[in-house]
């Protein structure tokens, strides 16, 4: 079980524990128990901890009185809000069940995932030591050919189940790849130092996916959605600025403030006849246009 996998399991049963915490004495005995583990040994445990810090900024902390390690509440609650957090530890935590149960492995079914896992580890590496990374990337429109790209990760992203690096090329320019288009990745021994002005939130905020679209303009959208199509958005909201207009028995108006990127324009056309777009108004000649198109081809 490599680095990361020990990690998100200790921060998991770190968190399960709440304010109970756990000594390692305990950790190791459910390390042990969960599967044919050697226990973790102080030192690599300390290692993690500080791994977990740096890579998730997940703070495990010790009550030196009973010599228990646990994450404190306000924290626990930051993590609660956390998509990214939880849905790494989540997933282990699944994961962890399905492999001790075999008949439960067939009462749960999974989405396929796009290849590429197996450069989360090296990336996550980089992304601690601030190491410049080569790799081979097959284009999306050019699937017969690769290009070398040297590369500088600032950050990973997660988006309807694909792994995105992003990265600063060989001109200083902030590129975005998916994990399933590498080949051949491999960790440099070059330091960089990454930008002070970059922030991941801050660059995806008018976003929606993973593509930020400079030539567009953040703009207020607004929709009008029926009754089902309401409950869904309310649900699972599209973007953090997704705001409710107007709310009745038969339909509600939503607003976004973002760029009307093309990512974000697919997921709406998804809803079909259950939203009308409202505005702006070039987005919504630019759906009518979109509609009749696709009509003249029945």
Not at 29 to 47: A, L
Not at 169 to 187: V, Y
Not at 274 to 286: A, D, G, K
Request: a negative charge; proline letters at 4%.
């Amino acid at each position: 079980m490599d680095k990361l996998i020990k990690c998100i399991w200790i921060a998991n049963t770190v968190v399960d524990r709440r304010d109970a915490g756990i000594t390692l004495k305990e950790l190791n005995e459910r390390w042990t128990r969960d599967g044919d583990n050697d226990p973790i040994p102080e030192r690599s445990f300390h290692n993690y901890r500080q791994y977990i810090a740096d890579v998730f900024g997940i703070d495990i902390e010790c009550d030196k009185s009973r010599n228990a390690y646990y994450i404190p509440q306000g924290e626990r609650e930051e993590m609660l809000g956390n998509d990214l957090k939880m849905w790494l530890l989540h997933s282990f935590a699944v994961n962890n069940r399905l492999s001790a149960n075999l008949d439960l492995r067939k009462r749960v079914q999974f989405e396929p995932i796009p290849g590429g896992i197996e450069h989360l580890e090296p990336l996550m590496e980089a992304l601690e030591k601030n190491l410049e990374v080569e790799m081979h990337y097959k284009r999306y429109y050019y699937t017969d050919q690769t290009k070398r790209y040297l590369c500088k990760p600032l950050a990973l992203k997660l988006f309807k189940q694909r792994w995105y690096l992003i990265a600063l090329n060989e001109r200083e320019e902030i590129r975005c790849f998916a994990l399933d288009r590498i080949d051949d990745l491999k960790t440099t021994k070059t330091i960089f130092k990454k930008p002070d002005d970059f922030d991941l939130a801050t660059y995806f905020k008018d976003a929606f996916g993973i593509y930020v679209e400079p030539n567009l303009q953040t703009e207020e959208i607004v929709i009008k959605a029926d009754t089902d199509q309401s409950n869904f958005l309310k649900g699972l909201p599209l973007h953090p600025s997704q705001r409710i207009v107007e709310e009745t028995e038969n339909y509600c108006i939503f607003s976004w403030r973002l760029k009307p990127s093309y990512d974000f324009i697919q997921q709406l056309l998804t809803m079909n006849a259950h939203i009308e777009v409202l505005e702006p108004v070039s987005l919504r000649e630019r759906f009518k246009a979109l509609l009749q198109e696709m009509l003249a081809k029945y």
